[in-house]
């Protein structure tokens, strides 16, 4: 399953990479050359937390993760083809970074706010591309 994971393409190749591991993902940040603090995604144009324009930014790769801000579980697609019912969720992402993301799975009961997270590849449906997915970060210390 990882080689498979391997051989596709990022769904959204600005915002995250498959880790070395072969199932995690890095995000993609940018380091500010002026306030030297993170912005995302890395291709931002300008630094959220200073404004400095980031011309000479460089990239940075974190693994992938965050804090788990709110969640709701979406039972119609918003999307034509979007699959549901599909949790989708506010993460913090990294200091002062919110994103929205989508959980992996559609059970919410394992699921608590402030708890955290890990980002996946899931490998989407036709073959070629993979997606961001979030999980517990915290596997059998529940
Ligand atoms: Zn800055």
Redesign the pocket.
């Known amino acids: 399953m990882t080689n498979e994971l391997r051989g596709l393409q990022p769904q959204h190749p600005t915002l995250y990479q498959l880790a070395p591991d072969g199932a995690s993902l890095e995000f993609l940040f940018a380091q500010?050359?002026?306030?030297?603090?993170l912005?995302f995604p890395a291709n931002v144009p300008g630094?959220?937390?200073?404004?400095?324009p980031?011309s000479n930014a460089g990239k940075v790769a974190r693994p992938g993760g965050g804090k788990l801000l709110e969640f709701v579980t979406l039972h119609v697609p918003l999307l034509p083809g979007m699959e549901v019912p599909r949790i989708a969720a506010d993460i913090l992402i990294e200091d002062g970074i919110i994103e929205e993301g989508v959980m992996a799975g559609s059970d919410e009961s394992c699921l608590r706010v402030g708890m955290a997270l890990r980002a996946v590849a899931v490998a989407l449906p036709g073959g070629e591309t993979f997606a961001c997915r979030f999980v517990p970060a915290e596997g059998a210390a529940r």
């Open positions: 500010c050359p002026a306030c030297g603090k912005a630094c959220s937390h200073c404004g400095d980031l």
